[in-house]
């Protein structure tokens, strides 16, 4: 299993970039598993920034993106997208996307509660 993560790259303040994660292994593995984005800073814990479940289309936000991030998926491209919208200082930082494919309630916000990681995707937004 390996996730692909890419679309990272440098926008200004209040600009947009799109998120891709693809599973480059397998070309099922998004199907009825939760798909999450995290992002992390240096020296900083890494932050749940968006989940989406493939199969009943739920998705969570953090607080800090509502209304400006959107996740969604591609059925016929098996790929989970994060649309980010007005970006901001802060949301600078290595973006990965992750998967769990052991079912749950809810979408997990911890890193903990994820199988699969991707390799990040460097994310900064100059002012």
């Known amino acids: 299993v390996q996730l692909q993560a890419s679309g990272g790259g440098l926008v200004q303040y209040g600009g947009s970039l799109r998120l891709s994660c693809a599973n480059s292994n397998s070309g099922r593995l998004f199907s009825g598993y939760l798909v999450a984005w995290f992002r992390q800073t240096p020296g900083m814990e890494r932050e749940f920034v968006a989940g989406?479940?493939?199969?009943?289309?739920?998705?969570s936000y953090a607080d800090s993106v509502k209304g400006r991030f959107t996740i969604s998926r591609d059925n016929a491209k098996n790929m989970v997208y994060l649309q980010m919208n007005s970006l901001k200082l802060e949301d600078s930082a290595v973006y990965y996307c992750?998967?769990?494919?052991?079912?749950?309630?809810?979408?997990?916000?911890?890193?903990?509660?994820?199988?699969?990681w991707g390799q990040g995707t460097q994310v900064t937004v100059s002012s």
């Open positions: 989406i479940k493939w199969s009943e289309i739920t998705t």
């Open positions: 992750a998967v769990r494919t052991k079912a749950i309630i809810g979408i997990p916000t911890g890193p903990v509660g994820y199988d699969y």
